[in-house]
């Protein structure tokens, strides 16, 4: 069986990114000894959210990408909302487009997630 999760985070609200990283533990810890992946694809006004100026996230971030999560960062979004590449937080990656990138792990077989 498939545990895989993608989770969609595109609100500028840190609220709901903590809701996010909630739903990634409360995930992990209910699939004790099973193989799997979760990757958190941000676009639209979330990618604002993944900078190290939200120190507080970043930190709580960094555990989580510590212990697998994969964070995916929407190129067109960062461009959008004017957010500097070096200015995001250690770990994240930078795809081109966060919907494309949504598409393609549903393909592979991951399960969508939009706290």
């Not at 900078?51 to 994969?70: I, Q, V």
Request: with cysteine; net charge negative; hydrophobic share 50%.
């Amino acid at each position: 069986m498939y545990y895989d999760l993608v989770i969609h985070v595109d609100d500028n609200d840190p609220a709901r990114l903590n809701l996010a990283f909630n739903n990634v533990a409360n995930y992990k810890a209910a699939l004790p000894g099973e193989d799997f992946r979760v990757v958190m694809v941000a676009n639209g006004p979330a990618v604002q959210l993944f900078t190290r100026a939200n120190a507080a996230l970043a930190e709580r971030g960094a555990k989580l990408m510590a212990e697998g999560l994969s964070i995916r960062l929407c190129n067109n979004a960062l461009k959008s909302f004017s957010v500097a590449r070096e200015d995001l937080w250690e770990g994240c990656e930078v795809v081109p487009a966060g919907v494309v990138e949504i598409v393609k792990l549903q393909r592979e077989g991951f399960a969508l997630l939009r706290p």
